[in-house]
């Protein structure tokens, strides 16, 4: 068995983390469908820059490393819904367009989320390689987190609860 030969990459997968890989998988790839539809949306640079990044070096990413992991193991992969075509902001009718402000909190919503699914991912995992990977990806999450966190503060667009003062 490769515990005891100290190679996890030999270990064959549980089903919790057969599952919970294939799942997360499905839910990058529509995860990167979505931030390509809000890039055409976003009119704000500053989100705009943000969020190519966040689909570069974080799902596009992470997409890969799994659909390895899954490939490697025999394992199916999940359908992966069709890519966006790029259009320009202005094409979009107001009535139909996301606000700047309301893709941050979708954007960080979808972070939130997912710091919270691979913090459990992590915690189910037997495999160390599974654990590292899933904790690398909380980190990077968290990390774009206080990215957006700072760019909606800088924007304005931040709504604080209100304040318990007395």
Known sequence: MGALM??????????????????????????????????????????????????????????????????????????????????????IPAGARFNDSEIAVLVQKELMTGRILCSYITGIALREDLRTMFSEFSTQKEEYELKLLKITKEKGWMVSPPLNIK
């Open 6 to 91: 100290n190679k996890p990459q030999e270990e064959p997968f549980h089903s919790g983390e057969v599952y919970n890989l294939w799942s997360y998988l499905y839910s990058t790839k529509a995860t990167l469908v979505t931030l390509q539809v809000l890039i055409n949306h976003s009119g704000e640079e500053d989100l705009k820059v943000f969020l190519e990044d966040l689909l570069e070096n974080v799902f596009t990413q992470e997409e890969q490393q799994v659909e390895a992991l899954l490939k490697e193991s025999g394992i199916r992969l999940p359908p992966a819904p069709p890519d966006r075509p790029n259009v320009q902001v202005e094409d």
